[in-house]
């Protein structure tokens, strides 16, 4: 079964604290993605990867940076949280090319405090 | 840049009742995907149905169909016999091979007994 593994399902964190979100995924695929969910906004990408060590910036990167040493792991970095980063976080993979559909993770809701 | 919109955040539906969910697009691209994906209280994203922008003919799972009219760039979702676990927000996602996929802001989906 594809399997996209978030590290965490909830997660309270305190204001200037440095935070880790942790994706695996299973499949081989070389695509992993952060995106935020906010209501009304639907999913925002805040970066990808399509290759071990490479990334790319989304539509709302400030603030978060990414780490992908390994194929299967691709981790979210919260540099110093705000209150303004509580969301919810998915995580998601997939195939670089053709008509492939994105797997998901069961996302993170961080609350920041 | 890409952008989709989905205009309706909330829709309702008596069960065993058609509901058609909307979508459209924005796009320079000729040759692109087009997806929906149903998130239900769990969180786990589910993809629905799929569409290659260049088949002609409308994609159909079972009970969910959708209405692609290209020119017009939109893509919309029907959902036959609507039943009580189709209740769930619903995302309209677009992607060009190689790409990130891009969501729609989300319509949630309530459907009645």
């Known amino acids: 079964d594809v399997k996209v593994t978030q590290s965490s399902r909830y997660l309270v964190k305190r204001t200037g604290e440095k935070v880790f979100l942790e994706c695996v995924q299973d499949?081989?695929?070389?695509?992993m993605f952060w995106y935020r969910q906010d209501p009304g906004l639907g999913l925002r990408l805040i970066y990808f990867?399509?290759?071990?060590?490479?990334?790319e910036k989304g539509d709302i990167p400030e603030g978060y940076s990414v780490s992908r040493e390994k194929k299967e792991r691709f981790s979210l970095i919260l540099e110093s949280a705000s209150t303004n980063q509580t969301s919810m976080y998915l995580c998601?993979?997939?195939?670089?090319?053709?008509?492939?559909?994105?797997?998901f993770g069961q996302g993170t809701r961080l609350t920041v405090v | 840049a890409q952008t989709v919109t989905q205009s309706q955040p909330e829709m309702s539906v008596q069960e065993a009742e058609t509901v058609t969910l909307s979508c459209t697009y924005d796009?320079?691209?000729?040759?692109?995907?087009l997806f929906w994906y149903k998130q239900p209280p769990s969180r786990q994203m589910i993809l629905v149905i799929r569409?290659?922008?260049?088949?002609?003919q409308n994609a159909t799972e079972n009970r969910f169909s959708v209405n692609f009219q290209k020119a017009a760039k939109s893509f919309s979702l029907k959902i036959s016999d609507s039943q009580l676990g189709d209740a769930a927000m619903y995302f309209c996602?677009?992607?060009?091979?190689?790409?990130?996929?891009?969501f729609g802001e989300g319509t949630q989906l309530t459907v009645n007994p």
């Open positions: 996602a677009y992607k060009t091979s190689g790409s990130r996929l891009t």
């Open positions: 499949m081989d695929h070389e695509n």
């Open positions: 998601a993979s997939n195939i670089h090319r053709g008509l492939t559909e994105a797997f």
């Open positions: 569409q290659e922008a260049y088949k002609q």
């Open positions: 796009t320079s691209e000729s040759d692109y995907y």
């Open positions: 990867s399509y290759d071990v060590k490479m990334k």
